[in-house]
Protein backbone atom coordinates (compact mmCIF):
# COMPACT_ATOMS: atom_id res chain seq x y z
CA UNK A 1 0.00 0.00 0.00
CA UNK A 2 0.96 3.60 -0.33
CA UNK A 3 -0.32 6.90 1.25
CA UNK A 4 0.81 9.80 -1.13
CA UNK A 5 4.06 7.40 -2.78
CA UNK A 6 4.87 6.87 1.26
CA UNK A 7 4.97 2.99 0.65
CA UNK A 8 4.33 0.35 3.10
CA UNK A 9 4.15 -3.82 3.27
CA UNK A 10 1.29 -4.83 5.30
CA UNK A 11 1.81 -7.94 7.51
CA UNK A 12 -1.53 -9.40 9.08
CA UNK A 13 -0.25 -10.48 12.68
CA UNK A 14 -3.59 -11.29 14.14
CA UNK A 15 -3.77 -15.26 14.52
CA UNK A 16 -0.96 -15.78 16.51
CA UNK A 17 1.77 -14.99 13.82
CA UNK A 18 5.20 -13.49 15.18
CA UNK A 19 6.22 -10.09 14.80
CA UNK A 20 8.84 -9.65 11.96
CA UNK A 21 12.69 -9.16 13.46
CA UNK A 22 14.80 -6.33 12.29
CA UNK A 23 16.71 -8.88 9.63
CA UNK A 24 13.36 -9.43 7.90
CA UNK A 25 12.03 -6.07 7.87
CA UNK A 26 15.58 -5.31 6.21
CA UNK A 27 15.12 -7.56 3.49
CA UNK A 28 11.06 -6.83 3.33
CA UNK A 29 12.04 -3.33 2.37
CA UNK A 30 14.73 -4.24 0.14
CA UNK A 31 13.80 -2.81 -3.37
CA UNK A 32 15.94 -5.39 -5.16
CA UNK A 33 15.89 -8.61 -3.39
CA UNK A 34 12.86 -8.28 -1.36
CA UNK A 35 9.26 -6.50 -2.08
CA UNK A 36 10.49 -2.57 -1.42
CA UNK A 37 8.94 -0.51 0.89
CA UNK A 38 9.87 2.55 3.27
CA UNK A 39 8.10 1.28 6.21
CA UNK A 40 6.48 -2.27 7.39
CA UNK A 41 3.41 -1.87 9.12
CA UNK A 42 1.75 -5.00 10.96
CA UNK A 43 -1.79 -5.69 11.44
CA UNK A 44 -2.59 -6.84 14.83
CA UNK A 45 -5.28 -7.50 17.73
CA UNK A 46 -6.06 -4.21 19.68
CA UNK A 47 -4.81 -4.47 23.67
CA UNK A 48 -7.33 -0.90 23.96
CA UNK A 49 -10.73 -2.38 24.26
CA UNK A 50 -11.63 1.18 22.31
CA UNK A 51 -9.82 0.08 19.45
CA UNK A 52 -10.81 -1.58 16.58
CA UNK A 53 -7.33 -2.87 15.46
CA UNK A 54 -4.12 -2.14 16.18
CA UNK A 55 -0.78 -1.55 13.87
CA UNK A 56 3.27 -1.15 14.76
CA UNK A 57 5.61 -0.14 12.48
CA UNK A 58 9.28 -0.70 11.48
CA UNK A 59 11.13 1.14 9.10
CA UNK A 60 13.43 -0.35 6.41
CA UNK A 61 16.24 -0.08 8.59
CA UNK A 62 14.66 -2.97 10.76
CA UNK A 63 14.51 -0.28 13.56
CA UNK A 64 11.03 0.24 15.44
CA UNK A 65 8.74 3.52 14.73
CA UNK A 66 6.57 5.69 16.77
CA UNK A 67 4.22 6.75 14.58
CA UNK A 68 3.41 6.82 10.59
CA UNK A 69 0.81 9.11 9.14
CA UNK A 70 0.59 8.00 6.20
CA UNK A 71 0.63 4.12 7.28
CA UNK A 72 -2.16 5.36 9.93
CA UNK A 73 -4.45 6.06 6.81
CA UNK A 74 -3.75 2.78 4.80
CA UNK A 75 -4.23 0.40 8.22
CA UNK A 76 -7.45 1.90 8.38
CA UNK A 77 -8.12 1.55 4.53
CA UNK A 78 -7.13 -1.97 4.99
CA UNK A 79 -9.29 -2.83 7.84
CA UNK A 80 -12.14 -0.76 6.81
CA UNK A 81 -12.10 -3.38 3.08
CA UNK A 82 -12.05 -6.13 5.53
CA UNK A 83 -15.01 -5.12 6.96
CA UNK A 84 -16.93 -3.90 4.59
CA UNK A 85 -16.97 -0.86 2.39
CA UNK A 86 -19.93 0.85 4.59
CA UNK A 87 -17.55 1.84 7.18
CA UNK A 88 -16.90 5.10 7.73
CA UNK A 89 -15.14 5.41 11.32
CA UNK A 90 -12.29 3.82 12.89
CA UNK A 91 -10.21 3.87 16.14
CA UNK A 92 -7.00 2.72 15.78
CA UNK A 93 -4.37 1.46 18.24
CA UNK A 94 -0.59 2.65 17.55
CA UNK A 95 2.46 2.84 19.50
CA UNK A 96 1.58 6.50 20.52
CA UNK A 97 -1.86 5.77 21.42
CA UNK A 98 -5.46 6.12 20.16
CA UNK A 99 -6.59 7.86 16.83
CA UNK A 100 -9.98 8.30 15.63
CA UNK A 101 -10.36 7.47 11.32
CA UNK A 102 -12.34 8.75 9.30
CA UNK A 103 -13.17 7.80 5.80
CA UNK A 104 -14.07 11.39 3.77
CA UNK A 105 -14.92 9.66 -0.13
CA UNK A 106 -13.41 6.82 -1.87
CA UNK A 107 -9.71 6.15 -0.88
CA UNK A 108 -9.38 9.73 0.91
CA UNK A 109 -9.05 9.28 4.70
CA UNK A 110 -8.70 11.75 7.57
CA UNK A 111 -6.92 10.85 11.44
CA UNK A 112 -6.82 12.49 14.54
CA UNK A 113 -2.81 12.15 14.98
CA UNK A 114 -3.43 13.65 18.51
CA UNK A 115 -2.23 16.94 20.02
CA UNK A 116 2.10 17.95 18.97
CA UNK A 117 4.49 17.71 21.69
CA UNK A 118 6.95 20.64 21.78
CA UNK A 119 8.73 20.18 25.05
CA UNK A 120 12.19 19.03 24.58
CA UNK A 121 12.42 16.31 27.04
CA UNK A 122 9.37 14.85 25.33
CA UNK A 123 11.15 15.23 21.29
CA UNK A 124 13.63 14.35 23.27
CA UNK A 125 15.71 16.83 22.11
CA UNK A 126 19.09 17.18 24.18
CA UNK A 127 20.53 20.55 25.75
CA UNK A 128 17.16 22.88 26.32
CA UNK A 129 15.03 22.96 29.21
CA UNK A 130 12.19 24.80 27.65
CA UNK A 131 10.12 24.77 25.00
CA UNK A 132 10.95 27.21 21.78
CA UNK A 133 9.97 28.81 18.84
CA UNK A 134 13.29 27.95 17.41
CA UNK A 135 16.54 26.22 18.70
CA UNK A 136 19.85 26.83 17.32
CA UNK A 137 22.17 24.10 16.97
CA UNK A 138 25.39 23.72 16.06
CA UNK A 139 26.68 20.40 14.39
CA UNK A 140 30.39 20.70 13.82
CA UNK A 141 31.20 23.50 12.17
CA UNK A 142 27.60 24.17 10.81
CA UNK A 143 24.66 26.45 12.65
CA UNK A 144 20.98 25.10 11.52
CA UNK A 145 17.68 26.93 13.59
CA UNK A 146 15.28 24.62 13.44
CA UNK A 147 11.74 23.85 14.90
CA UNK A 148 10.89 20.41 16.98
CA UNK A 149 8.00 18.49 17.85
CA UNK A 150 7.06 15.00 18.61
CA UNK A 151 3.81 13.27 16.71
CA UNK A 152 4.84 9.89 19.01
CA UNK A 153 8.31 10.55 16.91
CA UNK A 154 10.49 13.42 16.80
CA UNK A 155 10.83 16.01 14.09
CA UNK A 156 12.72 18.45 13.24
CA UNK A 157 11.87 21.22 11.11
CA UNK A 158 14.20 24.15 8.69
CA UNK A 159 12.17 27.00 6.68
CA UNK A 160 13.95 27.03 3.43
CA UNK A 161 13.58 29.49 0.25
CA UNK A 162 14.33 26.62 -2.60
CA UNK A 163 12.99 23.68 -1.69
CA UNK A 164 13.21 21.79 -5.22
CA UNK A 165 17.23 23.08 -5.38
CA UNK A 166 18.33 21.53 -2.03
CA UNK A 167 20.50 18.69 -1.23
CA UNK A 168 18.64 17.61 1.93
CA UNK A 169 20.35 14.42 2.76
CA UNK A 170 23.92 15.78 4.35
CA UNK A 171 22.18 18.69 6.60
CA UNK A 172 19.31 15.67 7.28
CA UNK A 173 22.19 13.32 8.10
CA UNK A 174 24.04 15.64 10.52
CA UNK A 175 21.41 16.13 12.68
CA UNK A 176 19.93 12.78 13.14
CA UNK A 177 23.89 11.51 14.37
CA UNK A 178 23.93 14.70 16.67
CA UNK A 179 24.39 14.69 20.10
CA UNK A 180 21.02 16.81 20.43
CA UNK A 181 18.46 14.24 19.08
CA UNK A 182 19.35 10.57 21.29
CA UNK A 183 16.70 8.87 19.11
CA UNK A 184 17.59 10.47 15.56
CA UNK A 185 15.06 12.60 14.44
CA UNK A 186 12.85 12.89 10.93
CA UNK A 187 14.29 16.13 9.59
CA UNK A 188 11.75 18.59 7.41
CA UNK A 189 12.58 21.31 5.01
CA UNK A 190 9.34 23.58 4.24
CA UNK A 191 9.04 26.17 2.19
CA UNK A 192 6.14 28.87 2.67
CA UNK A 193 3.97 29.30 -0.55
CA UNK A 194 1.17 30.90 1.01
CA UNK A 195 -0.63 31.35 4.77
CA UNK A 196 -2.38 28.43 3.14
CA UNK A 197 -0.03 26.20 1.45
CA UNK A 198 3.70 24.95 2.04
CA UNK A 199 6.03 22.78 0.58
CA UNK A 200 7.90 19.71 2.20
CA UNK A 201 10.37 17.32 1.90
CA UNK A 202 11.45 15.11 4.52
CA UNK A 203 14.45 12.75 5.21
CA UNK A 204 13.16 9.95 7.70
CA UNK A 205 15.10 8.22 10.52
CA UNK A 206 15.66 4.51 8.97
CA UNK A 207 14.75 5.03 5.66
CA UNK A 208 16.03 8.11 4.05
CA UNK A 209 14.19 10.81 1.89
CA UNK A 210 10.40 9.51 1.18
CA UNK A 211 7.92 10.58 -1.07
CA UNK A 212 5.88 11.71 1.70
CA UNK A 213 5.36 11.59 5.63
CA UNK A 214 2.09 12.06 7.04
CA UNK A 215 4.05 12.86 10.35
CA UNK A 216 6.50 15.12 9.22
CA UNK A 217 3.43 17.07 7.56
CA UNK A 218 1.81 17.72 11.03
CA UNK A 219 4.98 18.59 12.70
CA UNK A 220 5.83 20.90 10.10
CA UNK A 221 2.59 22.24 9.64
CA UNK A 222 2.55 22.51 13.87
CA UNK A 223 5.65 24.16 13.90
CA UNK A 224 4.88 26.71 11.34
CA UNK A 225 1.43 27.32 12.80
CA UNK A 226 2.94 27.60 16.45
CA UNK A 227 4.89 30.52 14.83
CA UNK A 228 2.19 32.27 13.54
CA UNK A 229 3.58 31.87 9.67
CA UNK A 230 0.39 30.08 9.00
CA UNK A 231 -3.22 29.82 9.24
CA UNK A 232 -4.72 26.67 11.17
CA UNK A 233 -5.22 24.88 7.92
CA UNK A 234 -2.81 24.37 5.39
CA UNK A 235 -2.43 22.25 2.04
CA UNK A 236 0.95 20.26 2.49
CA UNK A 237 2.56 19.57 -0.99
CA UNK A 238 5.62 16.14 -1.13
CA UNK A 239 7.19 15.04 -3.75
CA UNK A 240 4.63 11.98 -3.90
CA UNK A 241 1.24 13.72 -3.04
CA UNK A 242 -0.59 16.48 -1.45
CA UNK A 243 -1.71 16.21 2.57
CA UNK A 244 -3.89 18.57 4.43
CA UNK A 245 -3.57 18.97 7.61
CA UNK A 246 -5.31 20.96 10.15
CA UNK A 247 -5.45 21.93 13.78
CA UNK A 248 -7.96 23.38 15.40
CA UNK A 249 -6.32 24.70 18.35
CA UNK A 250 -3.58 23.65 21.13
CA UNK A 251 -5.63 22.14 22.76
CA UNK A 252 -7.03 20.14 20.41
CA UNK A 253 -5.95 16.81 18.30
CA UNK A 254 -4.12 17.51 14.88
CA UNK A 255 -6.21 16.27 11.80
CA UNK A 256 -4.30 15.00 8.82
CA UNK A 257 -6.37 13.96 5.46
CA UNK A 258 -4.74 12.26 2.46
CA UNK A 259 -5.23 8.95 0.20
CA UNK A 260 -4.39 5.46 1.19
CA UNK A 261 -4.08 3.00 -1.86
CA UNK A 262 -3.91 -0.57 -2.76
CA UNK A 263 -1.38 -1.69 -4.86
CA UNK A 264 -0.71 -5.47 -4.95
CA UNK A 265 -1.08 -8.84 -1.94
CA UNK A 266 0.37 -11.83 -1.83
CA UNK A 267 2.38 -14.17 0.12
CA UNK A 268 5.66 -14.13 0.93
CA UNK A 269 7.90 -17.46 -0.40
CA UNK A 270 8.73 -19.64 2.17
CA UNK A 271 12.49 -19.89 0.61
CA UNK A 272 12.44 -16.01 0.62
CA UNK A 273 12.04 -16.67 4.80
CA UNK A 274 14.71 -19.53 5.22
CA UNK A 275 17.29 -16.74 3.72
CA UNK A 276 16.37 -14.52 6.00
CA UNK A 277 17.09 -17.50 8.81
CA UNK A 278 20.13 -18.52 7.30
Not at 135 to 150: E, M, P, W
Not at 238 to 265: D, K, R, S, Y
Request: hydrophobic share 45%; glycine share 10%.
Amino acid sequence: MHGAGNDFVVLDLRADKAAPDAALCRLLADRQRGVGCDQILTIELPTSPKADVRYRIWNADGSLAGQCGNGARCVAAWYARELGETVTRLWLESPAGLHLAERLDHDQWRIDLGIPRFAPADIPLRGFAEAADAYRLQVNDAVFHIGAASMGNPHALLEVADLAALDIAPVARALQVSDYFPDSVNVGFAEILSRTHIALRVYERGAGETLACGSGACAAAAILMRRGRVERRVRVDLPGGTLHVEWPGNTHGILMQGPATFVFQGVVDARFMESVAA
